[in-house]
């Protein structure tokens, strides 16, 4: 098993620019949640998706929005993007929508120019 | 409002000291605590939680929730230890986790 992993890994975008990023969740998990970590802070929730709809939200912009697939997998996308978009967007599944136990991936670096 | 606080962001120590990594949290029901850790070139992970009162590795921690606290400890640090902590909170009927901002351990030989 892989466990979670994400798409692309690393991307370089400019200002305005739109961004999709891709996360395929653990094996037998089926609840995905997006998780973005600036240069020196924790992991902040952007929002979650369980039976492809979002569950829950965290306090980012409509320019932030998601999308889960049949197979669980999910993408988080970025429109009119800001130098400030740039960080670590992490992908983490779990077994169920309840739970505080997820399963992280490495993470798509994204740089903003 | 849900906040977690860890007041240290580096705590270094020697191989076989005592460790404990602070915790604060702000939130007014019961909430779930947990010890995320990501040793180097890996992938963020789940040390522990405090509904299962385990040792992992050595850890425990404990909630206080007078003193709204959830410090790690580890009576023995070992090399291995050395890693980026976060302490993370999970309200009732929330999704999310609230993380801190991290403590990075580092344990010299």
């Known amino acids: 098993d892989a466990g979670v992993t994400q798409s692309p890994t690393h991307l370089i975008k400019t200002r305005g620019q739109q961004v999709t990023l891709r996360c395929s969740p653990k094996s037998g998990h089926d609840t995905v949640s997006w998780y973005q970590q600036a240069l020196g802070q924790g992991p902040q929730f952007i929002f979650q998706y369980y039976e492809e709809e979002e569950r829950q939200r965290g306090n980012f912009p409509d320019r932030f929005s998601g999308h889960q697939f049949p197979n669980y997998s999910s993408e988080l996308n970025v429109n009119a993007l800001l130098l400030g978009d740039s960080a670590l967007y992490l992908c983490a599944s779990s077994l169920t929508e309840n739970t505080g136990e997820l399963f992280f991936g490495e993470g798509s670096r994204l740089t903003v120019l | 409002a849900q906040r977690v606080t860890q007041p240290e962001k580096l705590l270094s120590v020697f191989k076989g000291a005592p460790v404990e990594l602070k915790c604060n949290y702000s939130?007014?029901?019961?909430?779930?605590l947990f010890w995320y850790v990501q040793y180097s070139r890996q992938r963020l992970q789940l040390l522990l939680r405090?509904?299962s009162r385990e040792s992992i590795k050595g850890f425990t921690a404990d909630l206080n929730k007078g003193e709204t606290s959830f410090h790690l400890k580890k009576p023995f640090a070992q090399e291995e230890d050395s890693a980026m902590y976060y302490c993370?909170?999970?309200?009732?009927?929330?999704?999310?986790?609230?993380f801190g901002t991290g403590t990075r351990l580092l344990v010299s030989p």
């Open positions: 405090h509904i």
């Open positions: 993370a909170l999970r309200g009732v009927g929330f999704q999310k986790l609230v």
């Open positions: 939130y007014s029901g019961s909430p779930e």
